[in-house]
């Protein structure tokens, strides 16, 4: 601790506050106590990943050990368990530490343990949005949005107080960690935030009676022998309304296991379906290479070249042919940026039939039969008998305590 300026006593100038609680609050905290658990992760030999701060890792060699940080919630997990219990016995007597044993539950997502891999849900959380908007008796649908219905900005009548679809829709955003079945859905009501209508409140609950149907829907890792990187990225050309812009969306698999998602509205119109397409095949790769970097900080070594797969044929011709075409000129960066990656084979761009195009729900609204059988294809499952097991296990655990 230091002095502020001006209180200083001339007198005692060695002097210095006294703390007598944590301080909260200030902006200044955050950075001074990730700073302070740096500096005491990297003396115990771990390297600060480059590309997610929040991870630290060990060096390469046999065993390896992983720690991911999120303010003051930790998990630690690695290949040799007797290194991981010294880390947390080391982390005891520098800090105020809590062990609570085995992965369970983390920032609201529970984890659960089964035979065939790791179970990813957010049932508690959906629970509670629904708890708050009051909607736990509602009616089922198949579907998050309308395949019939095209939202637009001045569709309907403004709402006289938009506290409560803000509300909703923030939650909704934080409930795309392990529900990509709502990515879209997600992202188009967030572009209504500063005019909300009944009309955008209609479709905010139509994805709440959505939730209401899949409470216990979520992702399942499964473990893989094959480590092969690949991604479907697939845009929806013109489809808002209001301002003409196009929908990006990409789905990154590490083997058979979803590890990244997105859809997002591209910030320029474009003037054709290649160009659209080339914008999110661009996206697509950065997201790619981002994920084949950090692998390679974990020690993990795809076994081939990632791999992306576009449903467009000139997007995919133009990934490969190094020619500058005028009516190209405008998105050279993206053009050059997939050429370079190509060319080095970092990556490989490959075509693949719409059919056949897993991203195709994280660009528009899908008819029933379309949307529900891509969720199954896409890595969403659905967890009712895990979940029972669990509540099972918790109630007999309770009994016996």
Not at 122 to 151: G, W
Request: glycine share 6%; hydrophobic share 35%; proline share 4%.
């Amino acid at each position: 601790m230091q002095q502020p300026v001006g209180f200083t006593d001339p007198n005692q100038p060695h002097h210095v506050c006294r703390r007598k609680k944590s301080l909260y609050g200030l902006k200044q905290a955050p950075r001074a106590w990730f700073r302070e658990l740096k500096q005491f992760l990297l003396s115990f030999g771990l390297t600060n990943s480059r590309s997610y701060s929040s991870l630290f890792v060990s060096p390469s060699g046999i065993d390896r050990l992983y720690v991911l940080v999120y303010v003051d919630d930790i998990l630690i997990t690695g290949s040799n368990s007797a290194i991981i219990s010294k880390l947390i016995h080391a982390m005891s007597t520098r800090f105020s530490l809590k062990d609570l044993g085995e992965l369970n539950f983390f920032l609201g997502v529970e984890a659960i343990h089964t035979t065939t891999g790791l179970f990813l849900s957010q049932r508690r959380y959906i629970e509670d949005i629904l708890h708050r908007s009051h909607m736990e008796n509602s009616k089922a649908v198949s579907t998050p949005l309308a395949s019939t219905t095209t939202l637009q900005q001045t569709a309907g009548h403004t709402l006289t107080d938009p506290t409560e679809y803000r509300k909703i829709v923030g939650s909704l955003q934080y409930l795309n960690l392990t529900r990509p079945d709502i990515c879209f859905a997600t992202s188009k009501l967030s572009q209504f935030m500063h005019s909300p209508t009944d009309l955008h409140w209609q479709a905010v609950k139509r994805v709440l009676r959505y939730l209401k149907a899949t409470l216990n829907h979520g992702l399942l890792i499964r473990p893989q022998s094959s480590l092969s990187l690949h991604g479907f990225t697939d845009v929806d050309w013109a489809g808002d309304k209001d301002h003409f812009t196009s929908t990006t969306g990409y789905l990154m698999y590490l083997d058979s296991n979803l590890v990244s998602w997105k859809a997002t509205k591209q910030r320029a119109v474009a003037r054709s379906s290649t160009e659209a397409e080339y914008r999110a095949l661009a996206a697509g790769t950065s997201e790619l290479v981002w994920i084949q970097n950090l692998l390679f900080e974990l020690g993990i070594r795809p076994t081939s070249p990632p791999a992306l797969y576009c449903d467009n044929l000139g997007a995919t011709y133009l990934s490969s042919n190094p020619v500058m075409h005028s009516r190209m000129k405008h998105i050279a960066i993206d053009l050059h940026f997939v050429w370079d990656l190509v060319d080095k084979k970092v990556v490989r761009v490959s075509h693949i039939a719409s059919i056949d195009q897993l991203a195709d729900g994280l660009t528009k609204p899908l008819s029933s039969h379309r949307f529900l059988s891509l969720r199954s294809k896409i890595g969403v499952t659905d967890g009712s008998s895990i979940l029972r097991g669990r509540v099972k296990e918790i109630n007999y655990s309770s009994s016996i305590s």
